[in-house]
Nanobody, 126 residues
Framework: QVHLVESGGGSVQAGGSLRLSCTYSGLRANGDCVGWFRQLPGHEREAVAGITTGQGLTDYADAIKGRFTISQENAKNRVHLQMNSLKPEDTGIYYC???????????????????WGQGTQVTVSS
């Protein structure tokens, strides 16, 4: 059974940085996927980034390319999302999600990443 726990959310001023972490269990060391989604106020949940376990292939949503970086610590069963140059419009709940049997991280969709964490709040003030 896949289990995901997010940590690292919080409040930051615009231009600042946060690092989210997702600690997982029940995934293979190679060939599964872990990703991040977010739900901004008044919007549908949207993809942020995904990564394959082991090989570390990545995929990013256009909205955050160049500002966010997804990475993994395989030995610790952990995936991070480093978020830099944060904007108030990045405010929302960020979810870790996982998919099984992924050879590629994209497309990062809720259909492929169908195991979910509880979410962590990120608030960016202007």
């Amino acid at each position: 059974q896949v289990h995901l726990v997010e940590s690292g959310g919080g409040s930051v001023q615009a231009g600042g940085s946060l690092r989210l972490s997702c600690t997982y269990s029940g995934l293979r060391a190679n060939g599964d996927c872990v990703g991040w989604f977010r739900q901004l106020p008044g919007h549908e949940r949207e993809a942020v980034a995904g990564i394959t376990t082991g090989q570390g292939l990545t995929d990013y949503a256009d909205a955050i390319k160049g500002r966010f970086t997804i990475s993994q610590e395989n030995a610790k069963n952990r995936v991070h999302l480093q978020m830099n140059s944060l904007k108030p419009e990045d405010t929302g709940i960020y979810y870790c999600a996982a998919g099984r049997w992924c050879s590629n991280p994209g497309p990062v969709t809720s259909a492929r990443y169908n195991n979910w964490g509880q979410g962590t709040q990120v608030t960016v003030s202007s």
